[in-house]
């Protein structure tokens, strides 16, 4: 997808209610848009989210992204729709029933982000086939360093995305 194709700030202030973009977020939202693995480091604030969330609202498909806290998943997610983004969180607080609601949504295309634990990804792994997957995010990465390899073992599995979606 070329960047310069779309208009980055138009949707950023469709969706954000922003007229520029922080720092270096747009450089990062037009490399994630062209294709590229790009890795991001961010202090707490800086606007980390809409680097990846940009990309996914102008992109085809869903956006995974694997984060670790509970509560995070459900402040993005609620964000996101409040500024009428479909998106939605798939944890251990969710029921059997909720799980499958939002697999079907999953199936339709009806998602445009899916926040999951890492734990949780094998919940998705038989659909991997059937989406169209736009962009997967690792947020919070710096758990496996800050916190210790063993605070989420899920996290230091990662790596086989990489071989699955080259």
Request: glycine content about 6%; charged content about 20%; some cysteine.
């Amino acid at each position: 997808m070329n960047p310069h194709e779309i208009d980055l700030h138009k949707e950023l202030k469709k969706y954000f209610g922003f007229n520029q973009f922080k720092g270096l977020q747009e450089q990062v939202v037009k490399s994630i848009i062209t294709g590229n693995n790009t890795f991001v480091i961010m202090p707490t604030g800086g606007g980390k989210s809409i680097t990846f969330q940009v990309p996914a609202l102008v992109m085809d498909g869903v956006c995974i992204v694997i984060t670790p806290l509970i509560a995070l998943m459900k402040d993005q997610v609620d964000s996101l729709k409040a500024n009428g983004i479909d998106a939605c969180y798939i944890n251990s607080s969710k029921t059997e029933e909720e799980r499958q609601f939002y697999l079907e949504r999953l199936k339709s295309n009806a998602i445009k982000l899916v926040y999951i634990a890492p734990e949780s990804l094998s919940f998705l792994d038989n659909l991997f086939n059937s989406l169209t997957i736009s962009l997967i995010a690792i947020d919070e990465a710096h758990c496996i360093s800050a916190w210790g390899h063993d605070f989420r073992p899920a996290y230091t599995n990662l790596g086989y995305l990489k071989n699955r979606f080259p």
